[in-house]
């Protein structure tokens, strides 16, 4: 069946160093989307992810599909503070369905 | 900025109460969705519709019913609550299959 996985499940880093979270499916996606969850907020849309090997950048963010279309990966360089929150990866499939992963949580140690 | 607005943030209900939670959205979507967030589960679907008066079964369902008789309200029930169904529940909306969602409503039934 279809299941979107998510690895790690937690991450603590310095803050200025960098942090990458993967995303992996079982089978071929057709989109990968990436949303962020801060401490007490709700998931907010950062970018979705179309074609094979796409690699997009929001400013310190890097979000990259793999050739496949079953993996995806969340770099982010030099974490600052305002970084800190829950990655989530979401997977989306030709026939709508839509899966998202459990979350990496991000903590940033000052 | 599409809006989602779930009429409560905070919620304490008794064991065995109907619960209504609240989510209207001003974007003139058609999908809208609940799911629940639980540590450690991520996001699990609960219901969703693609339009008025339309309603499909998401992952868990159990427990649980909605009303969409307006396309821009889409209403979760707990038809009697029990301690288990403590949770955040978030509902969200989305047009080409990017999702916004309301701030969530934290649930506890003692």
């Known amino acids: 069946g279809q299941q979107v996985m998510q690895i790690p499940q937690y991450q603590h880093v310095q803050e200025g160093e960098d942090f990458t979270t993967y995303c992996n499916s079982s089978t071929t996606l057709s989109n990968i989307q990436w949303y962020k969850q801060r401490p007490g907020g709700h998931p907010v849309f950062l970018i979705q992810?179309?074609?094979?090997?796409e690699v997009k950048k929001q400013k310190r963010l890097t979000f990259q599909f793999g050739e496949a279309k079953k993996n995806s990966s969340l770099h982010i360089t030099a974490t600052q503070t305002t970084d800190v929150g829950t990655y989530f990866c979401a997977g989306l499939w030709r026939d709508d369905k839509i899966i998202f992963g459990k979350g990496t949580r991000l903590h940033i140690l000052p | 900025d599409v809006k989602v607005t779930q009429s409560s943030r905070y919620l304490v209900k008794r064991t065995g109460e109907k619960v209504f939670l609240e989510c209207v959205q001003d974007m003139d979507h058609e999908n809208m969705f609940w799911y629940r967030q639980d540590p450690g589960l991520g996001l699990r679907l609960i219901y969703f519709s693609y339009d008025v008066k339309m309603k499909e079964k998401g992952d868990i369902p159990e427990g649980y019913s909605v009303s969409r008789e307006k396309k821009e309200r889409f209403s979760l029930i707990l038809e009697s609550a029990s301690t288990n169904q403590t949770s955040m529940y978030l509902c969200?909306?989305?047009?080409?299959?990017?999702?916004?969602f309301g701030s969530g409503t934290r649930l506890t039934v003692v």
């Open positions: 969200a909306s989305s047009s080409y299959r990017i999702y916004t």
């Open positions: 992810l179309v074609k094979s090997g």
